[in-house]
């Protein structure tokens, strides 16, 4: 019937990116930035850990990049204490930072926007990619992010019930590869879920 209400955002502009980048320090980095998140709250396995940080060091080695990790649970003992663990486990954990607290969500859409490529579980970080159309690999995790992969025509990367490195390996691949197919596929869809995201409103002036 409708969409998340994060889709009627407004997207930043492009001086207003460039203003947020430049305080964040993500400016003067000539790197492709790629941006991760994963839930990490009830899923607290080392395996879970080592697939990620796998995959992070993969990503740096193969293509060069700048790893930002965004925690989307913002509580100390979730997102950004398994990404500090992350980080503890990788071999390039040089090229990779954890986006320091308090941020506002105009700041994580700038980076977002300015990234070569978003991997995510949490529904919302994909919802904040999909907005600006970067490119994004999901991780399924529970079924609504699946379902919301879906809506753009796209199935996820890896499971959280089945960390294959190997064949995440070949979907990262694949994703680099095919950055531009992705974001011209979420452009494709952008207007559409976006106007049914705004009729949140009228849909609860309606109800009252």
């Known amino acids: 019937t409708t969409a998340d209400p994060v889709l009627g955002l407004r997207p930043p502009t492009e001086s207003e990116m460039d203003s947020i980048q430049q305080r964040l ?36 080695q193969q293509f060069g990049v700048r790893l930002l990790f965004i925690p989307m649970n913002v509580l100390a003992a979730t997102d950004r204490a398994g990404m500090q663990l992350v980080l503890e ?14 941020y506002a969500h105009e700041e994580v859409l700038a980076l977002v926007r ?69 974001q011209a596929r979420l452009e494709g869809e952008r207007e559409r879920l976006s106007e049914i995201a705004r009729s949140n409103a009228h849909y609860f002036e309606e109800i009252l």
């Open 25 to 60: 320090g993500f400016a003067d980095d000539p790197r492709p930035l790629v941006i991760i998140n994963f839930a990490y709250g009830l899923d607290r396995r080392d395996a879970l850990l080592d697939f990620i940080a796998q995959s992070a060091d993969y990503l740096v």
């Open 89 to 102: 486990r990788m071999d390039h954990a040089e090229s990779a930072s954890i986006l320091p607290m308090p």
């Open 114 to 182: 300015s990234a070569a490529l978003i991997i995510s579980s949490r529904m919302h970080l994909l919802i904040l990619a999909a907005l600006v159309c970067a490119p994004v690999v999901g991780i399924s995790r529970v079924p609504k992010v699946d379902a919301f992969l879906a809506r753009y025509g796209m199935s996820a990367g890896a499971s959280t019930e089945d960390l294959d490195f190997a064949a995440f390996q070949l979907v990262l691949d694949q994703a680099w590869e095919n950055r531009s197919v992705i």
